[in-house]
């Protein structure tokens, strides 16, 4: 403090005489850009795009707008669920489009929802290595690499979705040009160039924990996943590892007649159906009713901080979803969710984050089967033995 003499007694709307509330010197102060100020809320405001907030959001009927930045249209997503450290961009490309050389100091994973095209990255020795994307396809951007997104051409536009940690580094250093103007170069985010092609690396660690490194995945759809019998009833899981990146990507599948375990964690996972449909069961610890999301393709929501949830498959055939995060299997980020990756699979009785199948509130499985006769389905579901639930 230099000048003391200047500083103020009480807040500047006050008459004299009259002392404000503290409520309004604190408005009063948030609104000056004071205190609890919030760099990427004041950012995305900014940025003239449409800004959607719900719980749940179908990215396919979100609407866009030009984004000067970008070149392209876009929107931003933010799920109630989200935490603080990550968003969702939705671009889109329509016939003959690319989208402007972007960098920038923040981790991104593009999920595309519909159409085909091509990013190019560069890499610090100026080589282009081109990823060729249809739907479903899963990209890693390597960190402050430069890129560029580029339409296939054909007449139907282009739709993505990238899980970005914007949020986090923005709140962090507050200031957007450094943040997109950064020449550092993260050599070891590449990896081998064949990462780019869909080539990678399967790291075997145990159910739950093995790892697929690569920058691409062509297709989450078309891609074996190993079995991990402790998350539910014929459940397969890969965890993936994107450009030696901190943000997480991992893809599950459950069997037709089948639904996951319950568990908790802390928010931020983006969840995004990629094959079939079902319905998601969300609560609180004590609650007596439950929340329900009804998913299918382009359909994005997080489970919030501590929401139990579980997910059903209604389809008639396997149903995969993917859910990104900020903080992975292999750079955890933080010790809360290097915990959530140990013990993601354990039981609440054991200490760990499951609701095992025989403790489970009885109204889900009545529930399931009923779902499923509307379809004409089986459930293929293990009787509950040892019930613990009342
Ligand atoms: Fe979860």
Known sequence: MTKAATRPHTAAATEPGEPASPDDAIAEAIAAGKLLVQ???RWAAQQG?????DFAVDLLAVETAPWDRLGARAALVHVAGRGDWSNIVVTELSAGKATEPQRHLYEEVVYVLSGHGSTIVEDEAGRQHTVDWGPRSLIGLPLNARYRHVH????????LASVTSLPVMLNAFHDEDFILGSSWNFSGRFGDAARFRGEGEFVEVAPGRHMWETNFVPDLADFELPAWAARGAGSRNLKFVLADATMHAHVSEM??????KGHRHHPDFHVFTVTGHGYSLLWYEGDEEFTRINWRHGVVYAPADQQFHQHFNTAAHPTRYLAVAYGGLRYPFTEERRQHFLGVDK????GGRQIDYADEDPRIRVLYEKEL?????TCAMPPVTGRAHP
């Open 152 to 159: 296939g051409g054909r007449n139907e536009p282009a739709r």
């Open 49 to 53: 795009i449409p800004i959607i907030e």
């Open 347 to 350: 039981s609440v009785s054991e």
């Open 373 to 377: 006769a509307v379809s004409g389905l």
């Open 255 to 260: 069997p037709v007649g089948t639904y996951k």
């Open 39 to 41: 760099p990427y809320a």
